[in-house]
Nanobody, 124 residues
Framework: QVQLVESGGDLVQPGGSLRLPCAAS????????MAWYRQAPGKPRELVAT???????YYADSVKGRFTISRDNAKNTVYLQMNSLKPEDTAVYYC??????????????????WGQGTQVTVSS
């Protein structure tokens, strides 16, 4: 079984910083694209940032220049460094990953996984 576990969510003042790690555990062969999404109350879940296995990154316009996504492949972990936080960044942040796993017949397959979410609140 594969699990993605986020941590690091907290209450922070506007202008502050947080770093969210997300670690994958279980039977994994490799991890392709890793991503962070967020969902604010009453709003749909939105893509925040992605990082591919070759370290190419993508950012939503709303976080560009303030957030940085990175990964440590040896630790199967993706990070989201959030700086200059704003009240509108308040949301539950979810980790997502495409994970390659060994199959029962000696083959490999890719499946998509979500973490359970971590709450980030930006407020004075």
């Amino acid at each position: 079984q594969v699990q993605l576990v986020e941590s690091g969510g907290d209450l922070v003042q506007p202008g502050g910083s947080l770093r969210l790690p997300c670690a994958a555990s279980g039977s994994t062969f490799s991890i392709n694209t890793m991503a962070w999404y967020r969902q604010a109350p009453g709003k749909p879940r939105e893509l925040v940032a992605t990082i591919q296995s070759g370290s190419n990154t993508y950012y939503a316009d709303s976080v560009k220049g303030r957030f940085t996504i990175s990964r440590d492949n040896a630790k199967n972990t993706v990070y989201l460094q959030m700086n200059s936080l704003k009240p509108e960044d308040t949301a539950v942040y979810y980790c997502n990953a495409d994970i390659v796993r060994p199959g029962k017949s000696g083959n490999y397959y890719t499946a998509n996984y979500w973490g359970q979410g971590t709450q980030v609140t930006v407020s004075s």
